[in-house]
């Protein structure tokens, strides 16, 4: 007799294995999506980057449905590239303190700062941004002055910004 947990694992395994062909992947992103694992996610970030021509829709909402379930964070803590490639594949209001915290560290910044621009663009956003717009590095606040550039909605706060900023890439920025 086989118990749950292996009976579940072997087909976690075969899910991941479905992963690798468009003809399959939708049934795999569904059972990896009930799951609630955190490597499954990373399944499903790495099939979503293989170079296929195909739809591509199933694997973003499993992602979504991992996500709402905490694999993203949870992710993080062991692969934070992946988790952040997830997060910009699948917006969540949620995750911007997580993006934001990783913004600042050089090491995940380019990732961050993508995911960050693909974001929803909302209130909670704007106010991640604005929080970078003031970090002490340039290289941080770089990033926000280049998301922020042009919107009406912080106008007045990247008007502020310009005033006092010091760093000429970043006063080049605020300036578009």
């Not at 949870?74 to 988790?83: F, I």
């Not at 997830?86 to 090491?107: C, F, G, M, N, T």
């Not at 929803?120 to 922020?148: G, Q």
């Amino acid at each position: 007799m086989i118990l749950p947990a292996i009976a579940m694992a072997l087909d976690l395994q075969t899910a991941r294995a479905q992963l690798a062909s468009p003809a399959t992947w939708c049934d795999a992103a569904a059972a990896l999506a009930s799951s609630r694992d955190p490597q499954a996610l990373a399944a499903l970030v790495d099939a979503y980057d293989l170079p296929v021509e195909s739809s591509k829709l199933c694997l973003l909402e499993a992602m979504e449905a991992l996500g709402r379930d905490g694999a993203l964070e949870a992710l993080h803590t062991d692969d934070p590239s992946r988790a952040l490639r997830a997060a910009s594949l699948v917006a969540d209001a949620r995750w911007l303190p997580l993006i934001e915290k990783d913004v600042v560290q050089p090491a995940t910044r380019a990732l961050a700062a993508e995911a960050l621009r693909l974001q929803r663009r909302d209130t909670a956003w704007e106010e991640a941004c604005l929080r970078l717009l003031v970090h002490a590095d340039p290289a941080v606040r770089l990033v926000a002055a280049e998301l922020l550039a042009g919107r009406k909605s912080t106008a007045a706060a990247v008007e502020g910004r310009r005033a006092v900023e010091t760093d000429p890439a970043v006063k080049a920025a605020l300036s578009l």
